[in-house]
């Protein structure tokens, strides 16, 4: 792999690495933003316990996803680009925070580039 592309991956690694533990960590804190917000009210509907405890339960996926980003780019990025998608699409569907789901699919195109890059690394 080329200088360039090094730094590219490197600069990849840690943001989507870094990211998803640090918004995983807030759902705890809610200092960023209260993350309910974006629970989709029909999805909450659904489980046996609330937005909070749901947001829980994904801030933790979110750090065990960015943790595997610094220590098996190749496939913690996979797991980063899959779960934006799923978030974009969740949102699409709830009708709310268009802007969101397209950030989110933007981001999540990064990641996918990232594990390219990191297979080809290996």
Not at 37 to 45: E, K
Not at 70 to 99: C, F, H
């Amino acid at each position: 792999m080329s200088g360039n592309a090094q730094f590219v991956s490197g600069m990849l690694k840690f943001t989507f690495g870094l990211v998803p533990i640090i918004a995983g960590l807030d759902k705890f804190t809610n200092i960023l933003v209260d993350w309910t917000i974006y629970s989709s009210p029909g999805l909450i509907d659904l489980l046996p316990f609330d937005a909070n405890t749901f947001m829980g339960i994904v801030g933790v996926i979110e750090i065990a996803a960015g943790i595997l980003v610094l220590v098996k780019p190749a496939i913690g990025a996979l797991v980063v680009s899959s779960w934006l998608v799923l978030i974009a699409l969740t949102l699409i569907i709830s009708g709310q925070y268009l802007d969101v789901a397209v950030r989110d699919v933007v981001m999540a195109i990064g990641a996918f580039s990232l594990a390219k890059l990191s297979k080809n690394a290996v």
